[in-house]
């Protein structure tokens, strides 16, 4: 309910597409991405969201060479914007 | 529904539609591509995939994949897709977009590909200027085949051949295709961005929406030429190989716009649709008449033909036409035919010769490296090629004597002075059709109308007509008096 509390960003990474080459935690600017300490099912190490910190700023999602690794969210925050949400196609 | 407890996160950034929702390249695998972690073309393929997206382009985009490490583009790209031979993409692009010129026509290729095996192809698209948009992909070696040199390595550069480094005394120096691109009339814009960090990223992103934005206004050929890591052949981690791209592969190569006309720039008027098939003879000039019957004369029966011809002679003997009249004739009995001229670059008095296959079946390849009949119409072409003939085959020699050391026991031989036969018919240069005569006798393949109608589509001047058809049935008559009649 707090909008001040919530970050503007959230990341999601799929951990099956996540080759763990470590471009996204050299690319995003406030250090909010590390890389696991397991292995994937793959044998990989992969990126992980520290949880807290994303800006939704986007530039980790371009620095990444897989197609669907990494998702990036932004926080929706007024009635504006929701109704622009319900009416995008494919958000 | 709308109110203030409904903060909620929409996705700012996710997977592209242009690419497939699952990979089709494997069993397994189908979620991830094939390329190494932090390989450059990942980067690129996604930028490409976001500006089909932003610029609603998937359904009339065909993408012309390469050969090299990105060759698999088809199975990633949901968009129409060709895979090109090595350094061919901007050729068969080409075609692709002036036969389609509603679609979106991409040329993506590595810097093999573009700068060694397929310079001739970028060069001439390029100055062509086609409405086409090239994403090159610069990682500064052949990666795909282990790490040879490419034209684009960098002095001192090691690779597996050029194990020294690269030295500009022996390999040259690294080719600046974008500079060398921007210095021809035609291109409207030619961008090298790199992929060495967050700003140069974001750049590059925004170039290729650029090129491809400029193809869907009709304006003309684009480039991008991207600076991308490749940190498993370099033998560097992926960040290591990013920062390599800024810091070393940018001296080399400077990043910037290298040419912008798309201010000035007209939409180009699409090529105008190619005229139906039925409007071709007409566009040529060729009369009705003259068009093949398609199978009028049919070969009688169902014989299998497979027949092999080799003919060879001096330049002005007729050579070339013997072989087009015999081709044609097959053509008209409803036969595969093949007709391969081969001559020297002398205008006249060079020897020549040709291939000429006739078949009931498709032909696989119009070389006739074994004939079943050799023609020689000369004694040096017979020299040349009698040890070719197949065992069991025929050659028909011009002259009365067969020299004795080209005859083979598994071989039959019709010797006869041909150019004699032609003087006393009227003119010496009917000799070929004398020895097309024989030859048709001896094949019994060719019906007589499909023969006449070839020599009257490909013969204008009625005086030869008639002289010709009379050399035909001499040669005919020649072939049943040495063999037939008499029986051999
Ligand atoms: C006609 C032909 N010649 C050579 C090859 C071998 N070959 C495959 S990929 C390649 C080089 C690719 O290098 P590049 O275009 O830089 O692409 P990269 O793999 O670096 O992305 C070569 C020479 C081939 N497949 N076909
Ligand atoms: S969106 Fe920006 S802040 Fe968030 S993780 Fe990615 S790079 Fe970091
Ligand atoms: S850039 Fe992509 S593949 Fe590389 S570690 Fe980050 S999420 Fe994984
Ligand atoms: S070898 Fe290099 S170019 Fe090829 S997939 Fe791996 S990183 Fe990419």
Redesign the interface.
Known sequence: ?D?KK?DR??LRI?Q??C?????CI??CPPKVIALSAELNHYG?RTATYAGAGCT?C??C????????A??????????AA??A?EG?A?? | ?????????????????S?YARFERKDELQ???H?????????A???L?RAIDELGIQDRTILVGPVGCSVFTYY?FDVGNIQAAHGRAPAVATAVKRSRPEAVVISYQGDGDLSAIGSAEILHAANRGENITVIFVNNAIYSMTGGQAAPTTLLGQKSTTTPGGRAADTEGYPLHMSELLATLEAPVYIERVGLGD?KQ??QA?RAIRRALENQVRGLGFSLVEVLAPC?TIWKM???DA?HWVRDVMEKTFPLGVMRDRTGEAMPKPAAPPSPALEEIPRILGVADEDLPQGNAHAVEGSREVDLEVRIAGFGGQGVLLLGEVLAEAGLDAGLEVSWLPSYGPEMRSGTSNCHVRLASGSIDSPLVSAPGILVAMNEPSLRKFDRSVRPGGWVIYNGSEFPADCARADVRVLALPFTEVAHQLGDARASNMIMLGALLEMTAVLPEASVGAALRRLVKNPRWIELDERALARGRALFREAYVEVGA
């Open positions: 309910m909008a919530r960003g959230l799929d099956d597409e080759k763990g080459c470590g471009l050299e690319a990989y939704g986007g530039i999602f371009m620095a990444c060479p897989e197609p669907g990494i998702t990036v969210l932004r926080a929706v925050s007024h009635p929701m109704a949400r995008a494919h958000a | 529904m709308c109110s203030d407890t409904a903060l909620d996160y929409e996705v700012a950034q996710g997977r592209a539609q690419f979620h991830q591509t390329y190494c972690p932090g390989c450059g073309h990942g980067i393929n996604k930028m995939a990633y967050n990223t974001a992103g940190p981690s992926p960040v990013q």
